[in-house]
């Protein structure tokens, strides 16, 4: 349908102490595209989900070869998104090792995870370890977009102090890292996430202005949306109105769920942190999808926990710590009760990729043109190994990765081979990052 308005893909909703960047539009592709035929190209978006304690391997594994597999038990949440996925063997982080550094295999997970390099053991200020893989492609690309990255958790950690053997707390709390001493302050707060995300005004006099005005930020921009709408085809009509309904079903689920300061001390979590687990992943992973769809940011990381987190699971009927559960000794009651809380991240991760799946970008989808990498750097935590990585790619990056496989790689290949293989997809001509000696061939 023909177009009435051309738009420029940066265009934002203006509203009382806010901006809203809007999805991607058919009137944001050049004419010139359309008159030739062909679909302008979406962004690839690169997003990096971390859990801790490693998995319970023989429930993990998949079976099969290259395109014949089979999804494994833990995997199985996965299973309406399997012709998207690529699930790797044999993916190591060489630095997550002792190496001559003794005990601290939590804290190393975490901070070789994304820089495949052996932090300096210390539970001082002298902190090193190396950039991470996301923003050394925010260092390449992250200016095209209003955020260069975005870093998201569920637990609050700190930066000082010593939390692992002698590690320092950073390490165990932090998997992005924008220099080899300086880690990427996450966000744990969805409604401050999402605030953040279309330029809502910080402080207690922004929030409380925003308070008196508003129910929405959807009102404060209603006269430029108005404005706007009446000039787009009937399909970006639709879509934008779809966008809408998510923004506002969001906002409405963060109020919801968020507590309140008098339950803040029984449940030892912030104000406006959601009491329930499932609701705090949840949330999070719709505001990532809102950083992507909008083309806020291109990179994301998300700590569903610190390294080493020894959180419960009371709604899948463990009681017991995940640390402490992880040191199973093979006993078949912490065996089950660690796949119990495995399967339950999966099917959270199920959740983000059904999100982005929602989302229609021309012909492909959101997931179609990200690549989600979700993984943890410890594979047996009872053992405290970091060879043979639980790994899982989802999206094809924009139909540049062939998906529906079971990658088998030899014995110790750097993980960081593969995320230098995902830059290049990106568009982040990244040729080195860690302990990689080349891109993966995929």
Known sequence: MRRTLEIPRRTVLRGLGTTMLLPMLEAMAPRTALASGVAPTAPVRMAFVFFPNGAIQPNWKPEGEESDWKLSRTLEPLADHKEHLTVFSGLTQHHGRANGDGAGDHARCASSFLTGAQPVKTAGANIKVGVSVDQAAAALIGRQ??????????????????????????????????????????????????????????????????????????????????????????????????????????????????????????????????????????????????????????????????????????????????????????????????????????????????????????????????????????????????????????????????????LHQDENTPLNNLFVSMCHMAGANVETLGDSTGALSL
Request: proline share 3%; charged share 25%.
């Open 145 to 406: 977009t209003a955020f260069p990255s975005l870093e998201l958790g569920i637990e609050r950690g700190r930066n000082s102090g010593n939390c692992d053997s002698g590690y320092s707390c950073a390490y165990s709390a932090n998997v992005s890292w924008k220099t080899e001493s300086t880690p990427m302050a996450k966000e744990i707060n969805p409604k401050l996430a999402f605030e953040r995300l279309f330029g809502a005004k910080d402080g207690a006099t922004g929030r409380a202005e925003r308070d008196i005005y508003r129910q929405s930020i959807l009102d404060l921009v209603a006269e430029d949306a108005a404005v706007l709408r009446r000039r787009l085809g009937k399909s970006d009509q639709r879509k934008l109105d779809e966008y809408f309904s998510s923004v506002r079903e969001l906002e409405h689920r963060l109020d919801m769920d968020a507590t309140r300061l008098s339950e803040v001390p029984e449940y030892d979590v912030p104000a406006g942190i959601p009491k329930e687990l499932e609701s705090h992943i949840q949330l999070m992973y719709d505001v990532m999808t809102l950083a992507f769809q909008t083309d806020s940011t291109r990179i994301g990381t998300f700590m569903l926990a610190n390294a080493g987190s020894n959180r419960s699971y009371p709604q899948v009927d463990v009681k017991g710590g995940h640390h402490s559960l992880s040191h199973h000794r093979n006993e078949e009651s912490k065996v089950e009760d660690l796949t119990k809380i495995d399967i339950f991240l999966a099917s959270q991760f199920g959740y983000f990729l059904k999100k982005l799946k929602s989302v229609q970008e021309g012909e492909r989808t959101l997931l179609d043109n990200s690549l989600i990498l979700y993984g943890s750097g410890l594979s047996d935590a009872n053992r405290h190994t970091h060879h043979d990585l639980p790994i899982v790619l989802a999206g094809s990056g924009g139909g540049r990765l062939q998906t529906d496989r079971l």
